[in-house]
């Protein structure tokens, strides 16, 4: 089993998202001996975000590029082959003003490329990043219930358009209404971690 393990929190070692996707890589171990685990802390490394030069170099050809555009390509496609020889992803992802990290975004911004990770097809957009298991610990400090979730259903959309359609996500809500609260969520995203894996 691969198993590729991205956080993205800016908090560090205080980040509750990743507390839970620590969670889920060990367990993950512990039921399989001898996987690897890739890791990449977007929180702490962020992946060049997605600008006019980065645009420019993808849509160069391959022939065509210069040394920086050929290197700035690199920096994406490695993060897509760790993708694509992943069998299991799991993503840390707090809640920054509703949505996830843009260092978070910047991944899916990497991965996101046409004819290698989805394809356009007669019938709509094909996934191509198929047959992997996703968990996603999202942390945030506020209560939301499903139907009023603001950051949810676009890390759905992202994660379905790529073909990465089996996720679960874990949630750790009220971390920012105080100690019982913090206790609670963390105690329910505990029990969720175990029924996932069981």
Do not use: C
């Not at 001996?33 to 600008?51: C, Q, S, W, Y």
């Amino acid at each position: 089993m691969n198993i590729l393990h991205i956080t993205s929190s800016v908090r560090g070692n205080d980040s509750e998202s990743t507390r839970v996707t620590n969670q889920i890589v060990e367990k993950l171990l512990a039921a399989n001996p001898g996987a690897t685990v890739t890791r990449r802390d977007f929180g702490a490394n962020p992946h060049p975000l997605l600008d006019g030069a980065a645009v420019g170099a993808l849509f160069t050809p391959v022939d065509k590029r210069t040394v920086e555009q050929a290197a700035r390509v690199a920096l994406d496609d490695a993060l897509i082959a760790e993708a694509q020889a992943a069998d299991v992803i799991v993503l840390g992802a707090p809640m920054y003003n509703f949505s996830m990290p843009v260092q978070l975004k910047g991944w899916f911004d990497a991965i996101a490329r046409a004819g290698v990770t989805f394809r356009y097809t007669e019938t709509g957009p094909e996934g191509l990043l198929k047959n992997k298991k996703v968990y996603v610990a999202t942390s945030r400090g506020g209560v939301y219930p499903a139907e009023a979730d603001p950051q949810v259903p676009q890390m759905r959309a992202l994660l379905n358009f790529l073909g990465l359609t089996d996720h679960t996500f874990i949630y750790s809500s009220g971390m920012a209404m105080g100690p019982e609260a913090v206790s609670k969520g963390q105690a329910a995203a505990n029990e969720a971690i175990v029924a996932a894996l069981a």
